[in-house]
């Protein structure tokens, strides 16, 4: 390989291989969710067999448990939706109100 990144792990076994293993940043953006909040982001070429997506916080914890909380993410071919609590937990008074990146890839293996 004349480019690219390797990573091994302890043990010395190869984890990660540019070469063979590559990814494409299809969205990367900042958001603020507020309580009760739901973000909606369209990826048009997402797809659920071949991307994944990550919430990435921002900044410092403020301390507050429920506005430090990660916010609850789920993913369809072609969007993320974010909220800011588990829709299945609807009595529940804490909800996430955290800053954080939303960083979505395509893979190829």
């Not at 390797?6 to 969710?33: K, M």
């Not at 072609?78 to 979505?104: C, H, M, T, Y």
Request: net charge positive.
């Amino acid at each position: 390989m004349s480019y690219g990144v390797r990573t091994w792990s302890a043990n010395g076994t190869l984890q990660l291989d540019t070469g063979t293993f590559t990814y494409q940043v299809l969205h990367s953006q900042t958001y603020a969710l507020a309580k009760e909040q739901m973000i909606t982001v369209q990826v048009p070429e997402f797809r659920t067999d071949n991307c994944s997506a990550a919430i990435l916080p921002i900044g410092a914890p403020s301390g507050a448990y429920a506005n430090d909380a990660m916010p609850y993410m789920t993913v369809s071919n072609g969007s993320v939706i974010i909220r800011s609590k588990n829709p299945s937990e609807p009595g529940r008074d804490s909800a996430s109100q955290l800053r954080f990146r939303l960083l979505v890839m395509r893979y190829r293996n």
